[in-house]
């Protein structure tokens, strides 16, 4: 509903009105250069899909484009869409523009990340409570049981109290040599057409049921994404960028229930069960104080919807 509910804009090649949430804002701009003149150095680049703390819009004058990497070859940019000054050359496409604004929506996850482990940092100390530490939690880590139990039977339980937002999977990062690192950057392209083909999914959507339920309900169930951040980040050094964001959201998670370990510790309680690499993400949209997860949600969605991996259904803004 948050996505519906953002800006209407026009879009250039559907000509349909979408919300700005499902589409890529771009600008024409010039480009320097000391082989082509000034006026053949205009170029359509995405503009505004990084957030706004960490890059400024380079135009004011934007254009809009379905949030979607297929319809890129059959774009055809046209000086009268842009309203280009009279003289002006042609306006082009980059050959590697599906790549930038690819690299651009992982990019704004991370940043959506950096920036919910700050939200989570200033919570009042006021709200650092036991009771909200206990049943609360903006970000957790999956058991082992819970996270097999899950890729078996595509359910999720949870108590009547939780509302989990999506789940993401991120397996640890290997050490690898500079040699590796480099070779690895040479190819990330192909690499990541490499990733895309394999088996694994970049989302998959499950059942959440209520733990307290007696019995299954005939009504429509309620589903989450589940976000496999491998085939979904392929580039390596994306991929350690997010898992870092992701142990700093995880850290300034602890330190806000720092109750809980001693609580632990002092009534003699068993260690807790080993954790996967499955993180649930919640929302207390009731809870003022706790900070929303809205926006990462957003934004891994906008990278399935680009990659063309959203469910079945939920295209309908390309028709």
């Known amino acids: ?8 804009r026009q879009c250039i090649f559907t000509q349909q ?8 804002r771009m600008s024409v701009l010039k480009i320097p250069s000391d ?3 000034s006026n053949e150095n ?3 680049l995405p503009d505004g899909v990084l957030h706004p703390r ?5 135009s004011r004058v934007g254009r809009y484009l379905v949030c979607k ?6 774009l055809e940019p046209r000086k009268s869409v842009y309203r280009a000054r009279p003289g002006a050359g042609e306006i082009r496409l980059h050959a590697m523009f599906e790549e930038q604004v690819g690299s651009m929506l992982r990019e704004r996850v991370i940043q959506e990340l950096e920036l919910l482990a700050d939200r989570v940092r200033c919570v009042p100390k006021k709200f650092k409570t036991k009771h909200l530490a206990q049943d609360m939690p903006v970000v957790r880590r999956l058991h082992r049981d819970e996270f097999a139990d899950m890729r078996s039977s595509s359910k999720m339980m949870r108590s009547s109290l939780e509302r989990v937002a ?8 290997r050490e690898a040599s500079v040699s590796v690192a480099v070779e690895e950057i040479r190819t990330s392209s192909v690499k990541a057409e490499a990733a895309r083909e394999t088996d694994t999914p970049i989302l998959e959507m499950i059942n959440v049921q209520a733990g307290d339920a007696i019995e299954e309900s005939t009504e429509a169930q309620e589903r989450i994404p589940w976000y496999n951040c491998v085939p979904m980040f392929p580039e390596r050094t994306q991929r350690e960028r997010l898992h870092t964001a992701m142990l700093n959201l995880l850290g300034s998670e602890r330190k806000r229930l720092w109750r809980i370990p ?3 510790k002092r009534e003699g309680k068993p260690k807790a069960v080993k954790h996967s690499h499955a993180i649930v993400l919640s929302s207390w949209s009731t809870v003022n104080p706790l900070p929303d997860v809205t926006p990462l949600s957003i934004a891994l969605w906008r990278v399935a919807m680009w990659e063309g991996c959203t469910p079945e259904g939920t295209d309908w803004y390309t028709n």
């Open 54 to 58: 960490f890059k400024s819009l380079s």
């Open 262 to 264: 001693s609580t632990e």
């Open 69 to 74: 990497k297929s319809v890129v070859p059959h």
């Open 42 to 44: 205009l170029y359509l």
């Open 166 to 173: 999506l789940v993401m999977v991120l397996p640890p990062i």
């Open 35 to 37: 082989k082509a003149p």
């Open 17 to 24: 009105y979408l919300p700005t949430d499902f589409m890529i």
């Open 1 to 8: 509903m948050a996505m519906l509910s953002s800006p209407m």
